[in-house]
Nanobody, 129 residues
Framework: QVQLVESGGGLVQAGGSLRLSCAAS????????MGWYRQAPGKQRELVAA???????NQADSVKGRFTISRDNAKNTVYLQMNRLKPEDTAVFYC???????????????????????WGQGTQVTVSS
């Protein structure tokens, strides 16, 4: 059973830093894209940053130059280093894995799942002014 487990959220003062981590667990064969969305109170969920298995990244304009996304494919883990945080960064941050294939083994035979998308439970990031 695949799960995404996030860590690293918390309370920080404006100008400070936080590092979010998200590890995908289970019998995972491959993950196409991993990344982070965030949702502030009263607002829609928005993409923050994403990284493919090949290392290509995409970031929201609002975080360029402040946030860095990285990924460890061997550990199925994605990181979001957030620097120079602002009060408007306050939100619940959700990790996601897109195009994930997991597998099962029985009697020497491997069976692969279709591609699926998964979400973490969310971690709160609060930036005080």
């Amino acid at each position: 059973q695949v799960q995404l487990v996030e860590s690293g959220g918390g309370l920080v003062q404006a100008g400070g830093s936080l590092r979010l981590s998200c590890a995908a667990s289970g019998s995972i064969f491959s993950i196409r894209t991993m990344g982070w969305y965030r949702q502030a109170p009263g607002k829609q969920r928005e993409l923050v940053a994403a990284v493919t298995s090949g290392g290509s990244t995409n970031q929201a304009d609002s975080v360029k130059g402040r946030f860095t996304i990285s990924r460890d494919n061997a550990k199925n883990t994605v990181y979001l280093q957030m620097n120079r945080l602002k009060p408007e960064d306050t939100a619940v941050f959700y990790c996601y894995a897109d195009g994930l294939i997991d597998f099962a083994q029985a009697m020497g035979k491997m069976t692969f799942s279709p591609m699926r998308d998964y979400w973490g439970q969310g971690t709160q990031v609060t930036v005080s002014s």
